[in-house]
């Protein structure tokens, strides 16, 4: 089934995710698919907020990543 076909109300999307590894493009897969879904949904994309190297409870609390969500989330 064309999931376009359904009457969505969804018109933008943004991907926020983290996760252990070091390096944004070990995230890529989940990112090209983020892109290809919101492409083919057609949904304006806000954005991309990747925060690297959270692996354990209270990593997200290290660097500024809250700091970033929170400025991201501002934004759109």
Known sequence: ???RKKSLKVKESALIMCGECDE????SGAID???HTADYMKWKDR???IATS???KGDILQGDWLNKAQA???SI
């Open 24 to 27: 944004e493009r070990f995230f």
């Open 47 to 49: 954005g991309i907020l």
């Open 33 to 35: 698919t983020y892109k």
């Open 1 to 3: 089934m064309d999931s």
């Open 72 to 74: 991201f989330g501002t």
């Open 54 to 56: 959270v692996s354990a």
